[in-house]
Structure formats: structure tokens, C-alpha cells
């Protein structure tokens, strides 16, 4: 009788052993190269749509074991423009498994890595955003009504980190340029 246990056993065992190298399979495949594309267009064309401006990012990397986000190369275009408005070389998110159970995001690190913002003041002293905001103020009704019965986001951001930053603002009535 023993010996059919231990068999049985093992047989379990290694049952749990497959199961379990088949999931982090998976798991490792969808994490690291499913979910970037997905995330990289999704961002892509949200971004595009909101703001109304070109969008562009080289790469995006997910590490499904350690909860990083890298992304890099991002830009945002003036519109109808090749300028850049807003860019950044690489954002890496840190996040912490604590965001699960607290049913909100929290960032264990921010790393933002030569981020660049360029501002215009035109002739007719409207900047180069302007329409940034005029479209925040324009927010659709429906929009609003459901924002006010939903729960606020709860998030914590930690360790934030800001390296080789560059703003520059052109001042169009005055004919200077401030970096």
C-alpha cells in the first residue's frame, strides 16, 4: 500500500511540477513579448487621438517578473509639424506588487531620462498648448456625469527621478529664446 502512494505521490508532484513550468511559459511569453506591442500601440493611438499631434515611440519593454515598464523614445510633434513639443529618451516605472492587493497603482520608482519640452509664445499670445487646453475645458457631458459617481483613483508614486532635463521657450512678440 505505501508503495502505491509514493507513486501516486510523485505522479502529483510531477503533475504540479509541468503545470507549473507550463504557466511561467505562458506567463513569460505574454509578459514579455505579447504585451509590449499591445501596450505600444494602445498608447499610440490614444495619444495620437487625444492630443491631436504626432506621437511616436521606439520601443516599449515589459518585465513581467519584475513589474518594469521601459519606455523609450517617445515624442509628441507641434501640430502639423516635425517639431518636437514634448520628448523624453527613457521612462522606466518600477511598479510594486502592493498595487494588486490595494486595488490601486503604486509606483515603487520613476525614472525619467532626458526629458525635453519645447514652449512657443506666438504672435497673438496663445502658446503652442493652447489647444491642449481649450480641448480639456470642451470635455464632453456624458464624460463628466460618470467621472462624478466613480470612485477617485487611489495611486502612490515614490522615488522620483528626473535626469538631464531641457525646456526651451521661444517668445515670439519679444524675438527671445530662453533654454
Known amino acids: 500500500m505505501k508503495i502505491v502512494e509514493t507513486i501516486t505521490t510523485r505522479f502529483n508532484i510531477r503533475k504540479i ?5 507550463i504557466f511561467l511559459m505562458v506567463f513569460s511569453i505574454i509578459g514579455f513579448l505579447v504585451l509590449p506591442p499591445i501596450i505600444k500601440s ?6 495620437s487621438e487625444t492630443l491631436h499631434r504626432e506621437v511616436t515611440i521606439q520601443t516599449v519593454r515589459f ?8 519606455i523609450r523614445g517617445f515624442a509628441v510633434k507641434e501640430p502639423k509639424s516635425q517639431q518636437q513639443f514634448v520628448s523624453f529618451e527613457e521612462l522606466y516605472l518600477n511598479f510594486q506588487t502592493m498595487s494588486l492587493i490595494r486595488r490601486g497603482i503604486v509606483i515603487k520608482e520613476i525614472l525619467l531620462r532626458k526629458p525635453y519640452v519645447n ?7 496663445t502658446f503652442n498648448f493652447t489647444d491642449l487646453l ?6 464632453p457631458e456624458d464624460r463628466t456625469k460618470k ?23 521661444m517668445d515670439g ?3 527671445t529664446r530662453h533654454t
Open 119 to 125: 514652449i512657443m509664445r506666438n504672435a497673438d499670445l
Open 17 to 21: 511540477l509541468k503545470r507549473t513550468a
Open 42 to 47: 494602445v498608447l499610440l493611438k490614444e495619444l
Open 147 to 169: 467621472d462624478a459617481r466613480a470612485s477617485p483613483l487611489r495611486f502612490s508614486l515614490n522615488n522620483i527621478q528626473i535626469v538631464g532635463a531641457n525646456i526651451d521657450f
Open 63 to 70: 518585465n513581467p517578473f519584475m513589474l518594469t515598464l521601459t
Open 134 to 139: 481649450q480641448t480639456a475645458d470642451t470635455e
Open 173 to 175: 512678440p519679444k524675438h
